[in-house]
């Protein structure tokens, strides 16, 4: 996978004496936050792949091998973050929620497989999170990120390329495939704008990255885990990044839901805001 350094092993294996444990722990305590977000999310999506098409062979029903590759790249990275980060809190999809990390300076915030039925159905639109949120004056904020497509051999980091140019055609607005909002076609046509629908969370904002769409509208139900990546990779680009009211997201919550996103190109974020505010959409309740 492109932008992502030497990869972290998967669980299980073991370095061979005391002298390589001790060499692998000083590289993995002087990886930057940046760099370790990526080699999480590619080491998580390269066991993904091979997990896939290991069950496959065996004709493992798609209900089972999604379950499977959830618990299977959870315990990845949190054995990674175990060892690379022993003393910082995990907030994930697939763990039960300790309260004791709203008082932690660092939280990893972790989707490990993103868009389960892609994944379970053979598609490429899946993707791993990682982020990491540090405490601030501000009341703390996203600090690295990476969100891995890996059946696309692709990472887009906080240290990713940036955003191509935009020519001039139709708003192109990424929304779910499967529940798109509401109000997604009244604001495609609000704006002159085309929607394109896609799979899981972190594939279509990765498509408004990497310039194969203009913007991403969500509305109807996300957590934390299924926006932060994006969201650190996204805004450290320039990019755009919302609540669908224009009102901050914000991460590390006593309560993770986190219902509607707007990510878009900046220059875009002004007329889709408008747009919204004159459909009347509603926000899904929370300040």
Not at 142 to 160: F, K, M, R
Not at 227 to 249: E, F, Q, Y
Request: charged share 25%.
């Amino acid at each position: 996978m492109d932008q992502v350094s030497e990869p972290i092993p998967a669980q299980g294996d073991v370095a061979q004496g005391d002298a390589a444990q001790s060499d692998a722990a000083q590289r993995d305590a002087a990886q930057s936050d940046s760099a370790l977000a990526a080699d999480l999310a590619a080491g998580a999506g390269r066991l993904l792949v091979e997990l896939r098409a290991s069950e496959r062979r065996k004709g493992t029903e798609r209900k089972r091998l999604g379950t499977l590759g959830d618990r299977r790249s959870h315990e990845y990275l949190l054995a990674a973050l175990g060892r690379c980060r022993p003393g910082d809190a995990v907030l994930s999809e697939e763990s039960v929620d300790n309260p004791s990390r709203r008082a932690a300076r660092r939280v990893w915030i972790l989707d490990p497989l993103d868009g389960t039925r892609e994944y379970s159905e053979g598609r490429p639109d899946w993707a791993v999170h990682v982020a990491l949120w540090e405490a601030g004056p501000d009341g703390g904020s996203l600090t690295a990120g990476a969100v891995a497509l890996p059946a696309e051999d692709v990472v887009l980091a906080t240290a990713a390329r940036p955003v191509p140019p935009r020519f001039g055609h139709p708003v192109r607005i990424a929304v779910s495939r499967t529940r798109a909002p509401s109000f997604a076609g009244a604001l495609a046509r609000e704006v002159g704008g085309e929607l394109v629908p896609l799979g899981s969370a972190g594939y279509k904002a990765a498509a408004v990255v990497r310039g194969e769409v203009d913007a991403y509208v969500h509305a109807g139900g996300q957590y934390e885990w299924d926006s932060a990546a994006p969201v650190a990779v996204a805004t450290r680009l320039g990019l755009h990044a919302s609540r669908i009211d224009g009102s901050p997201v914000t991460y590390n919550r006593a309560d993770p839901y986190l219902p509607d996103l707007l990510l878009c190109r900046p220059e875009l974020a002004g007329t889709l805001l408008t747009a919204l505010r004159q459909l009347r959409v509603e926000t899904g309740g929370l300040p």
